[in-house]
């Protein structure tokens, strides 16, 4: 049974950081790819970073120079290193193993001006 777990999410102050880990089970995770999305109120989901098999990586462009996607086949684990943090980025983040378009529950990110 596949699972994603995500952590991390927080409160924060403009200008901060956070890490957002997404643990996965139940899958061989070294062959997936995976995305973090984030979803503000009010506002449709939108996409926010992808992680390939081989660590290829892309950024929506608002988060690029701030954000870090990564994974850790060794630990089952991808990571959303966000720097430099602004009041737009509040949401809730998601992350998506992206063949199987399964998602995670989810972690809530504010962040205060």
């Known amino acids: 049974q596949v699972q994603l777990v995500e952590s991390g999410g927080g409160l924060v102050q403009a200008g901060g950081s956070l890490r957002l880990s997404c643990a996965a089970s139940?899958?061989?995770?070294?062959?997936?790819?995976f995305a973090w999305y984030r979803q503000a109120p009010g506002k449709q989901r939108e996409w926010v970073a992808t992680?390939?098999?081989?660590?290829?990586?892309s950024y929506e462009d608002s988060v690029k120079g701030r954000f870090t996607i990564s994974r850790d086949n060794a630990k089952n684990t991808v990571y959303l290193q966000m720097n430099n943090l602004k009041p737009e980025d509040t949401a809730v983040y998601y992350c998506?193993?992206?063949?199987?378009?399964?998602w995670g529950q989810g972690t809530q990110v504010t962040v205060s001006s």
């Open positions: 992680v390939g098999r081989t660590g290829y990586t």
């Open positions: 139940g899958i061989t995770f070294r062959l997936k790819a």
């Open positions: 998506c193993l992206m063949s199987e378009n399964y």
